[in-house]
């Protein structure tokens, strides 16, 4: 297989739809910019309706962007439509043709490219092969298993040789293990004929383990582009924080700036973090945000707190501590060697280094 | 920096737009599409608007309503016409309920003949039953004369109407009743039954509740197909006249254009009136999604004091409508009905010496605007679901009023449209096979829309994204995945212009007629031997197509199930 990946620009893009019989219109998309890489897996991950598959649908032309430009390589493909752009998507509903045959759908859009007959085969077959179908061209869409069909759409698109591939949330009518298992899958493809690909999906875990970078959105705009790592480690927002993973909050006071670290005043106590993708100066109010596994509950620590939950889960101790009304979710791991505290003790919390992040009020 | 949107809706729309306008073909289908609506289905309803509002010296009037609306006739016409809908409307009704009830719960034997008979009217001319009422109850009937031997009985009028036409028209209310009934979730009966409602209680509490915009529907679309029926009230309606047959008779019969474009008016206001009703009232109170499956089958009840009474009322409602039917071909070979009950060809033979050329024309008109309305009603169903462009609304709209406009008030538009130049196509066979076309387009367009609405538009746009343009997507998926509807779309188209007769009823000529003006006519003049034998065979046309229409189909690789009447 050839690579012809190229990179996708959106520059400046808003869409709006005019709402169903209400006069003033629905912004799905709010002036986004974003560049993506050649080669590069990113996800557009976020709630329903926050404009994720909106902005996907743009890339391969079946939405024409109301503002700005889109770009792949270095062509502006504004008012390029689908057939003319290089993008394969797979649907979320897989969108097999039911009349054709598993080797016909894959072939389809070979077909239409005029490709000699001898060529579409050995592209179908060898794509079959990759996606683990061989044997199977003869079936129908409805004669195979849903995770088969998954499959059968990702030949479809994937034998076209795109510049881009687009995946509208592909996995999320598979059953949780075939998930997995199928996720895993896209990303060793992928890695392999390193071709750009966009991915869409709600599913945080989905995002982490695909993707070079992700992109969150809300309500039509982005709230944070980075590494699967930086958007959990260093949310720029209290959105943010909140949809990837489990997040505590407690509110902050900054006392004074330091270079890369700012002293912060929280529940009365006055602590050291350091700062990573906000600017602070004295006297800011924050937000210090902690990860249920960056906590620890002890005996000594530095805030003191009341035992309102305690579960046994296995690989960690699940605690809800009251830490002067505010509720803080702790996963103590690997609880067997450590003393475990049951409702209504009190408590001492601490906190691992580089555990605490601030971001703005 | 945000960018300076446009706010109005129109530049929004335009953006959409620029979706269509990278591709040509589709721009050009959509341009001829309007154009081709426009001209033969809103223009002549204009031109009928028109005339009725126009004086003789060219001013603005409405003289003619006074003069119609204020004539002791007129009213008398306009009364009949209510009175015969709702009449009709609520016993076609309560038969059509019984029926689909029957279809949808009971545990019973023959219900293959519930499919015949509601294929039966479809099929026929429509004033078929007319014809066997006038065979079984006429001055000479089978009944009155030879059975009861009066010698002076009259079918003709009001009683005679409700006879056939609920026989006519309880099939369409069965139809519809019967999807709804079926695609009632059981298990909401059930629970009811879990609760401890018994079976009547049921039935009263939870069934015809669900089923009453059901009802109401069914009542409205048999009340429209009534008061536009022409076929029936000319045959059998007598001095009962109604406002479908009084056009005609006044445009046709006393040359009185403006007033029959006046009582056109009158009925298209009611028919519209109705439809919308029917449309944007009841069908948002539907509770049952038509197209919903129910989650489990149902149980049917197989209690016999159930069972017992309501499959005998349906099995001899059956019985007599088949026996109207059959009364057409033995009375198309009886030498003189009531009097002289022989075998004899002579019907058929004057039939054919008659009438060769109306059945040859009507059958080769009727095949030429089969493929046309058929191909035409898929583009416009696609262009509705599919697409998103300034005039898809006015598309939709006017072939969704189509349905709506009976046959009488076209016709009578597209003299009035047609006779002048700069187009002048009366008295043309084109003039014929347009007005097949756009009788039967809505019904196409219709299916089409329920059959493409059932497909993920993401098929499509998996082809485009593969690289197929508008054209290249419609011809290779959306047209194989809508080929049962495109192919019932075909047989409805055929046999509904065979069976034509309230709009082309205006349209034919010395040099095309149509069979189903010439069976008007024999038995204007009371040969009603010639007229069964010239509507036996249209049956057999119409049979006969249906039939070759099949093989090729099988030939081609469709199977006989992939096509729903």
Request: with cysteine; proline share 4%.
């Amino acid at each position: 297989m050839i690579n012809h990946s190229k990179s996708v620009i959106l520059k400046d893009i808003t869409k709006q739809y005019i709402g169903h019989g209400k006069k003033e219109e629905f912004t799905a998309v709010d002036n986004i910019s974003l560049e993506i890489k050649s080669g590069e897996f990113i996800t557009l991950l976020g709630p329903s309706g926050c404009g994720k598959t909106t902005t996907l649908r743009m890339v391969a032309g079946f939405e024409i962007p109301s503002a700005g430009d889109i770009y792949i390589g270095d062509q502006k493909i504004n008012n390029l439509p689908p057939e003319k752009r290089d993008t394969a998507m797979v649907f979320q509903s897989y969108a097999l043709f039911p009349h054709y045959n598993i080797f016909d759908n894959v072939a389809y859009g070979l077909k239409l490219k005029k490709s000699s007959k001898k060529d579409i085969e050995k592209k179908v077959l060898h794509i079959l092969e990759l996606v683990g179908l061989q044997g199977l061209g003869d079936r129908a869409p409805n004669q195979i298993s849903g995770g088969q069909q998954q499959r059968v759409a990702l030949a479809r698109a994937l034998v076209m040789e795109p510049s881009v591939l687009l995946f509208d949330e592909p996995l999320s009518n598979l059953d949780a293990k075939l998930r997995v298992y199928m996720r895993t899958e896209i990303r060793k493809i992928q890695q392999r004929l390193g071709i750009t690909s966009i991915y869409v999906t709600h599913d945080q875990s989905e995002a982490m383990s695909l993707s070079d970078r992700i992109i969150i959105m809300n309500k039509g705009k982005i709230e944070q582009i980075g590494t699967p790592e930086e958007v959990y480690q260093t949310p720029a927002s209290e959105f943010v924080a909140d949809f990837i993973g489990v997040a505590n909050l407690a509110e902050g006071k900054i006392n004074a700036v330091n270079g890369d670290n700012a002293n912060v005043e929280v529940f009365g106590v006055n602590i050291d973090i350091p700062i990573k993708n906000a600017k602070f100066k004295a006297g800011d109010q924050v937000k210090v945000i902690s990860r249920p596994e960056g906590l620890t509950v002890g005996t000594e620590g530095v805030f003191d707190g009341l035992v309102k939950f305690s579960a046994f889960m296995g690989s960690y101790q699940e605690y809800h501590i009251d830490i002067q009304g505010k509720n803080f979710i702790i996963q103590e791991t690997n609880p067997a060697g450590k003393k475990i505290f049951t409702e209504n003790e009190r408590v001492k919390i601490n906190f691992y280094p580089n555990s605490l992040h601030l971001i703005k009020a | 920096m945000k960018p300076q949107l446009t706010n109005s809706k129109l530049k929004m729309q335009l953006i959409d737009m620029k979706k269509i306008w990278r591709d040509p073909i589709l721009v050009c289908t959509i341009v001829l599409v309007i154009i081709s609506l426009l001209l033969f289905i809103v223009l002549p309803l204009y031109k009928v608007l028109k005339q009725s509002v126009i004086a003789t010296d060219g001013k603005l009037t409405l003289a003619s309503y006074f003069k119609i609306l204020s004539s002791t006739d007129t009213a008398k016409v306009f009364y009949n016409t209510m009175l015969l809908g709702v009449l009709v409307g609520v016993l076609s009704t309560v038969i059509g309920f019984i029926f689909a009830y029957a279809d949808a719960y009971l545990k019973m034997k023959g219900k293959k003949i519930f499919n015949l008979i509601a294929i039966l009217p479809i099929v026929s001319p429509p004033f078929v039953i007319a014809l066997s009422a006038i065979l079984l109850f006429g001055r000479s009937g089978l009944i009155t004369r030879k059975l009861l031997g009066m010698t002076n009985a009259n079918i003709y009028g009001l009683k005679g109407l409700l006879l056939v036409q609920t026989l006519t028209f309880f099939p369409v209310a069965y139809l519809l009743l019967a999807g709804l009934l079926k695609s009632i979730d059981p298990s909401m009966e059930e629970a009811s039954r879990n609760m401890g409602a018994s079976r009547w209680k049921t039935f009263t509490t939870v069934t015809l509740p669900l089923a009453i915009p059901g009802i109401a529907n069914s009542f409205l679309l048999v009340f429209i197909q009534v008061v536009a029926d022409f076929g029936n009230p000319m045959v059998i309606g007598g001095n009962f006249s109604t406002l479908a047959t009084q056009i005609y008779l006044q445009a046709i019969g006393n040359y009185d254009m403006q007033g029959g474009a006046t009582l056109a008016v009158l009925l298209l206001a009611v028919s519209t009136l109705l439809f919308v009703l029917s449309k944007y009232w009841i069908e948002k109170k539907s509770y049952v999604t038509v197209t919903g499956k129910p989650s489990r089958e149902r149980g049917l009840i197989e209690e016999k004091h159930i069972v017992a009474p309501l499959s005998l009322f349906c099995l001899i409602a059956s019985g007599l409508v088949i026996a109207f039917y059959i009364l057409i071909p033995i009375g198309s070979f009886t030498k003189l009905w009531g009097i002289n009950y022989d075998f004899t060809l002579d019907h058929y033979r004057y039939a054919w010496t008659v009438g060769k050329k109306a059945i040859l024309d009507t059958t080769w008109l009727s095949l030429l605007s089969m493929p046309i309305t058929g191909i035409l009603g898929m583009i416009i169903a696609f262009l509705i679901v599919r697409k998103r462009f300034l005039g898809r609304g006015l598309i939709e709209f006017t072939s969704l009023l189509a349905m709506a406009i009976p046959g009488t008030v076209i016709g009578i538009g597209y003299i009035l449209a047609y006779n002048t130049k700069p187009l002048v196509l009366t008295g043309t066979a084109t003039i014929l096979i347009i007005a097949f076309i756009f009788r039967s387009l809505p019904m196409g367009i219709r299916s089409g829309i329920a059959s493409l609405q059932q497909i993920d538009p993401s098929i499509e746009e998996a082809s485009a994204d593969l690289g197929a343009n508008a054209f290249k997507t419609f011809r290779s998926v959306t047209l194989p995945l809508i080929k049962p509807a495109f192919f019932s779309g075909l047989i409805y188209t055929f046999v509904r212009s065979m069976t034509a007769v309230s709009t082309v009823i205006f349209l034919v000529s010395s040099r095309y007629n149509l069979l189903t003006v010439t069976i008007l006519g024999q038995v204007d003049v009371g040969k009603i031997g010639v007229a069964s034998a010239f509507s036996t065979i249209l049956i057999l046309i119409v049979y006969a197509v249906i039939g070759i229409l099949y093989f090729l189909l099988s030939k081609l690789g469709v199977s006989k199930s992939d096509i729903q009447m």
